[in-house]
């Protein structure tokens, strides 16, 4: 939950709400260079293609005219110690929203295998016959699965410690449905949770992007019932921190 908090900090601090005319909520490429460019280029970026044949900058794009965003992830877990305990991917797609510039929609879906004791939060102690009680082997992998819906803010954080045109952050917060395979048992669980995404990212052309991110999740997830289960005695308690590198495309 901390994760969380620390990075949703920086959404709710430097979301500009504020009411842009029309005319000057997309203006293009050569209206950004003649008026105003400390206003437009604040948090939007003037990005440009290089020609190899010529060796020059050209196809000049002003970002504030991107309008989808779709990406791919690899994750591993965020326990340094550790990384192989997690892998898996993401995919994410979001579409900028007409009214609040900064603000962006959409959903992901991600798959990890990963070990139970690297995701689980249920205290070992949490029970007799509660699910955290019950002890899995080291060297079984389990697969968890969610997908959702969520929203996020792009921003140049960083552009007030160091000159930037091409790195900007991404803060992303997503609602998913999860569902855990546990394969020592094979059961089910389902049940919903969070995703949290904190990204620092390169544009290195008018469309492309790659970069790192920081992602936490956090899930409760229970099981069918065997006989009369109580509810307790059936649920888990997931979270964990993974690591990624994203490629993605604006267009």
Known sequence: MTYILLLLLPLIAFADFYDIPEDELNPDSEEVLIKKPEKYLRHESMIYDLDTDLGIK??????????????????????YEQFG??????????????????????????QHRTYFDAISQNPANSGTNSEGSFQRPGDVRNTVMAAGLGVGYRFKLLLDFFPTEDVYENIDVFVNGVQLNESFIDREYRGYGLTANYGIHKRTSTSFFWGGKMSYNFASVTRRPIVNEPRKDRSLTLGWLSFALELGIFF
Do not use: K
Request: charged share 25%.
């Open 58 to 79: 050209d196809q000049r794009r002003y970002t504030g005219e991107d309008r989808n965003r779709l990406s791919i992830s690899g994750h591993v877990s965020g326990n």
């Open 85 to 110: 305990d997690l892998f898996g991917g993401d995919i994410a797609y979001l579409r900028r929203s007409t009214r609040y510039h900064q603000l962006w929609w959409g959903a992901q879906f991600f």
